[in-house]
């Protein structure tokens, strides 16, 4: 009994120092918050959080798999080397327990960390540089509220002389500027809502806009696609019409990719269905159409006319057409025609037809299934062919797809599968 | 010359295809489609053969009639890292535990029949080992029978312990092995994780033999809890079948 007594005192001390803390901590960050209706303020700050780590889809990166949830410690491949994740839970010792809002601002806004230690961009603050204070404070106060876990960060494995500050603060000099989101006044709200949201949280220039050689985003090129070379899939340009360029697009359809993971003309795969399934399901259907809105807005670049001769159809097979009857053409169709809402249609197909070829490749060795989200909880799947079809054959029934029912692209390779058959999940 | 040899043989069996292709018609292969959980996750039979009833000595194993509770474990496992096989991680990384969980119960549904087992020659002192082994585990090293967890007649135990039966020799090999090097986990406490560190090399060799190579009973079914309740010997706990430890004699 008395124990029990002493047990219940210990937890209540510790609960109105927590509540101390926390109200220290908030009113140091945030000097005007109302005393009244306190309670609620720092509910809705953390809601509003919440949904903001989903925009910026957070918790992938700084999540292993079936490891703890924001406890860190996955390994980003880069071409410099490697990259862990770091403990975003409020663990004191070895998460951002200790940290203050203006230290998680300076992060995202600066990329610098608490002890003023520049931070790799793999971390994409070029990106997040774009985000409100008001924003941050929120990720801030939601990511306090998280659990908190123990869980060391693992120093990062980066070649030199990629792993030395001085090398960092070079690049930083090269090719980035904190820079505050500035709203341009010719565009309404939803449009601006959006270029916030792209630009900023959503950082899809991180895999849709080309790299320099020293990993840098190309602004001039921005959203033009680019292959995301340790991951082995190709992040397909938005503004091109050849491939995802969303200009001609119904709004109503950018949405719905956004939210379940499928149009009525596409699906998503690879890295961009993970962005579905842990950021853009969840955004409001607002935020989703302003992201639409702004993504319909950009110049839209027309295609060269095509000079490769290599057409697929000179390089089709026989053996190509046979794989696809035996496998391929029970669900995509004799003519490739697919199943609306099922399987995608191969015909006429931008991301089948594009130049690069790593996603189809990546497809058939790997197979799977389209994420299961609110708006498409049972996803039909594709099986895998890497342990059936050699890079031959991967090969011969690709350049089939491609060069049949009216396509014309570029006959694959064998060179152009096999560096993809030991890609495996991260 | 072996070079005109190769690309002849090779025009020869392009032929040979062409001439498959026109006798058969293009979509002999083709079933018309239906929107069915059958039809949603037909990607999955692939590798587990028509149905999810894997047949012969490949690798991959039955899925068909296994426990739901085991197979959601699994699928689980495969999406959070607890099993390690890169495609069937691939496979499952998108999918939430709602689905999967009906994945596991549909393949658990199919109640198929099972193929003849293979006709193995196993020694003497190999049949010995294993059915000690199986039938009796060994209590001074701690270790439980098969039959104490995977029922008398090791067809699996409802709803969440597998059948040992009707599985590839490699599979069982592989998955014994995993335990032991830490590639495979299950929910703690790890009892095959203990199983597998116990077993010598030989031991695991002769045992998945053994299982390779008997009949199905006629009652190929996963039994009760209850049917377990008069076993004896040590069972070690097991965080993914806790129900086991009510059913400790």
Partial sequence: MNRARRIGAAVTLALVVAAGLWWAWLSDGMQATPAAGARSVVADLVGKGAYLARAGNCMLCHTRRGGDTYAGGLAIETPFGTVYSSNLTPDRATGIGTWTPVDFWRAMHEGRSKDGRLLYPAFPYTSFTQITQDDADALFAYLRSVPAVTHANRPHALRWPYDSQVALAAWRTLYFEPKAFQPDPAQDAAWNRGAYLVRGLGHCSACHTPRNLLGAVNDSQDLYGGPMPMQNWYAPSLVLSSEAGLGKWRTADIVRLLQTGVSASASVSGPMAEVVLHSTQYLSEPDLQAMAIYLKSLPQVEPAPSTAAAAAGSAASPQGADIYDKNCASCHGDDGQGVPGAYPALAGNRAVLMANTANMVQVVLHGGFSPATKGNPRPFGMPPYKLELDDRAVAAVLTHIRSSWGNQGTAVTELAVVRYRDAAMR | ?249
């Fill in chain 2, 1 to 249: 010359m072996r070079l005109a040899l190769a690309s002849g043989r090779h025009r020869l069996c392009v032929c040979v295809l062409l001439l498959v292709c026109l006798l058969s018609g293009r979509s002999a292969m083709a079933a018309p489609f239906e929107d069915t959980i059958a039809q949603r996750v037909l990607a999955c039979t692939g590798c587990h053969g028509q149905d999810g009833r894997a047949v012969g000595d490949a690798y991959f194993p039955r899925i068909a009639g296994k426990p739901a509770g085991y197979l959601f474990n699994q699928l689980r496992n495969f999406r959070d890292g607890k099993r390690a096989y890169s495609l069937m991680t691939g496979m499952v990384a998108l999918l939430n535990d709602d689905y999967l969980r009906e994945i596991a119960h549909y393949f658990s549904s199919l109640d198929l029949p099972y193929p003849a087992p293979f006709a193995a020659q196993l020694s003497a002192d190999t049949t010995d080992m294993a059915v000690t082994l199986v039938t009796r585990g060994d209590p001074d090293r701690k270790l439980a029978a098969c039959t104490a967890c995977h029922g008398a007649a090791l067809t699996g135990v409802l709803p969440s312990v597998p059948g040992l039966l009707g599985l590839p020799r490699d599979y069982i090999n592989a998955q014994l092995g995993a335990w032991k090097s830490g590639q495979r986990h299950a929910a703690e406490p790890d009892c095959m994780a203990h199983v597998a560190r116990v077993l010598t090399t030989n031991e695991v060799s002769a045992v998945s033999a053994w299982l390779f190579a008997q009949p199905l009973p006629a009652n190929t079914h996963a039994v009760p809890i209850g049917a377990l309740a008069r076993a004896t010997g040590v069972r070690s706990a097991c965080g993914s079948a806790p129900e086991l430890r009510a059913a400790t004699p």
